[in-house]
DNA sequence: CTATGGCACGGATT
DNA sequence: AATCCGTGCCATAG
């Protein structure tokens, strides 16, 4: 980012410096974005200069050399990385608000009632102006997990409009971000985000989408206990071919559009929302996986901040009695863009050491992270921990594979080891208990216990074992089991529909 | 008797 | 100081 540098008028380190910048860490792109933005039009000594899009390299490739304007950017390489604070961003400025009063961009942390709004947003240009209050009607009626529980006629009679018509505007919400909200069951929120898929197919995914259709409109409760052999024989396929199916569908679609994530997720710190924008962007440059990584932060605002020389100038001029507000302005603003300069500073050397140390988790997935307590990172930082804490607190990160995270999962204690028994359990032959499974671990060096490993099964949704059929030779286990299956859905309810929707176990 | 989930305690983390 | 997390012990289901 291009601040202007303003030292000369700053007034030294003060508590209500130390305190601002501490707060701006805490926020998250959004929540920045709303303080700049009332920030300027309170403060009239704050200026914000436009900058004009990079034409060569839009933004993210926005590598030293490729273009004049990326030159200005402060660019760090560590070895193969670039982190850099991006000066362009794709935070759509609020002038294009073409809706309703209600959107002046909320509080992000205020959950499930954003929602409404994230998806009216995105609808809104193909919606008819007669068919908003329907709309907001659908919206608002949703429950927690994006579903629409309620009869659809119910709507139509409240309207006074035909069935048509609102399931319309229904068709509309299931393909906005979230896919699937708004559909009536896990079910159906499945199969739209399947058919959205489909619009743009890879040639594996061809071969999958009509078994995958077909295994979910007809098998989706034999699915959700993981009866893989069963559903093998009713789709003429083998277990193993089931369990890659299974896997597909795990990874890509989310019975519960609300509810976090695409591909994984069990992960009980995140059943929140997935729609929110990533602050830090991390790819490769170029697409490609052997580039350098390229960590880019997104600056919640265009162009860059400064203080308006041109208000600086008029303090001299100013007449007495406006004197002493000016000039509170004035330093508010010089405070202002000096603690968003520290702020984007300290990110920047936590997302450097932050790929240095997870750079094996960001290319290569979930079973390489390694555990670090943000106390240790702290310690190579030579800052304080609580700053660790509130720079990453509440902030998002999109990883190479397009997946959103939050960036807390960079702490995940037992994330590896939970990759570790996820893996486990997919290669059995037959079910192995709890015991069986710590005793693996432990001599994979990872040291755990029993119960520890039953905690972790629940995290990643997986049924005891006695449920779980294994492979190939647990038919005969099958055949004698199919209630037991229905059985353990009561008891076990923590699974859900299809396994892999996430709960957090109780907790006290 | 064995496998698992619940509760609760203590140490580590934030 | 407040929370989170791994574990041990115990009750219960199979």
Not at 16 to 44: D, V, Y
Not at 115 to 127: G, N, S, V
Not at 156 to 171: D, G, M, P, Q, T
Request: proline share 7%.
């Amino acid at each position: 980012m291009i601040l202007q540098s303003q030292s000369h008028v700053l007034r030294p380190l003060t508590t209500a410096h130390l305190a601002q910048t501490m707060t701006l860490l805490e926020l998250n792109g959004e929540q920045l974005r709303q303080k700049i933005e009332t920030e300027l039009a309170e403060n009239p000594a704050l200026e914000q200069i436009d900058e004009n899009r990079c034409p060569t390299c839009g933004r993210a490739s926005a590598v030293p050399g490729v273009c004049p304007l990326c030159n200005h950017i402060p660019v760090q390489n560590i070895d193969q990385t670039i982190v850099f604070v991006s000066p362009f961003t794709d935070f759509k400025p609020t002038d294009q608000v073409d809706d309703d009063e209600d959107y002046t961009g909320e509080d992000i942390n205020a959950i499930p009632e954003d929602l409404p709004t994230f998806i009216l947003r995105q609808i809104a240009p193909e919606l008819a102006v007669e068919d908003r209050s329907i709309a907001a009607h659908i919206l608002t009626s949703l429950d927690d997990d994006g579903l629409l529980r309620i009869p659809i006629i119910e709507i139509a009679r409240y309207h006074h409009c035909s069935l048509a018509r609102v399931e319309k505007v229904i068709r509309l919400i299931q393909c906005a971000e979230p896919i699937g909200t708004g559909s009536a069951t896990p079910q159906e929120a499945l199969l739209i985000q399947l058919d959205v898929l489909a619009e743009n197919p890879t040639p594996a995914f061809l071969r999958l989408y009509p078994l995958a259709r077909q295994a979910i409109i007809d098998d989706i409760d034999l699915l959700s206990r993981r009866a893989y052999n069963e559903i093998g024989r009713k789709l003429g396929i083998t277990t193993p071919e089931v369990q890659r199916l299974a896997t597909f569908i795990s990874e890509n679609l989310n019975p519960y559009p609300a509810r976090a994530h695409w591909g994984d997720i069990h992960h009980s710190s995140e059943p929140r929302h997935n729609y929110i924008t990533p602050d830090i962007i991390i790819s490769h440059l170029n697409e490609s996986p052997d580039s350098p990584i390229v960590v880019e932060i997104l600056s919640p605002y265009a162009g860059a901040l400064r203080v308006n020389p041109l208000f600086r100038e008029a303090l001299d001029q100013a007449p007495q009695e406006k004197a002493e507000s000016w000039q509170a302005h004035l330093d508010q603003a010089s405070l202002l863009v000096k603690c968003i300069q520290q702020r984007n500073n300290t990110m920047v050397r936590l997302m450097q050491n932050m790929v240095r140390i997870q750079r094996e988790f960001i290319i290569h997935g979930d079973a390489y992270l390694k555990p670090i307590t943000r106390a240790k990172l702290a310690i190579e930082l030579d800052v304080h921990e609580s700053t660790i804490s509130r720079a990453v607190a509440g902030k998002a990160v999109q990883l190479p594979n397009r997946r959103i995270i939050l960036l807390d999962k960079f702490f995940d204690r037992s994330l590896q080891i939970r990759t570790a028994l996820r893996d486990l359990i997919e290669e059995e032959i037959r079910p192995l208990s709890d015991t069986d499974l710590a005793k693996k671990l432990i001599s994979m060096g990872y040291p755990v216990a029993r119960r520890t490993v039953a905690k972790y099964r629940a995290m990643e949704g997986i049924l005891p074992a006695r449920f779980r059929l294994g492979g190939t030779q647990a038919n005969q286990t099958q055949s004698i089991r199919p209630e037991l299956g229905l059985r353990s859905s009561t008891r076990a309810a923590t699974t859900a529909v299809t396994g892999y929707g996430k709960h957090n176990l109780p907790r006290k």
